[in-house]
């Protein structure tokens, strides 16, 4: 799991946040912070994205981790 201070650029083609949120930040639930750090409101992405992640955050701390 991330630490508090952790922030990096990943580069996703296609897929979906709650993937990455579950991979990157032990939780699909933490997709929402991935979606407010980079401006998105679609879960959904398409061909090449640069996307922020952000620090876990403990508003969101249950969900689906990576399987």
């Known amino acids: 799991?991330?630490?508090e201070t952790d922030v990096r650029?990943?580069?996703?083609i296609g897929g979906?946040?709650?993937?990455?949120?579950?991979?990157?930040l032990?939780?699909?639930?933490?997709?929402?912070?991935?979606?407010?750090?980079?401006d998105?409101?679609?879960?959904?992405l398409s061909?090449?994205?640069q996307i922020l992640i952000p620090p876990v955050s403990s508003a969101f701390s249950d969900g689906?981790?990576?399987q």
């Open 9 to 12: 650029i990943i580069v996703a």
């Open 1 to 3: 799991m991330a630490e």
């Open 40 to 44: 998105l409101t679609d879960p959904m």
């Open 16 to 24: 979906n946040l709650f993937e990455i949120a579950a991979t990157q």
């Open 47 to 49: 061909g090449p994205n």
């Open 26 to 38: 032990g939780s699909a639930l933490q997709w929402i912070n991935i979606a407010r750090a980079n």
């Open 64 to 66: 689906i981790g990576p």
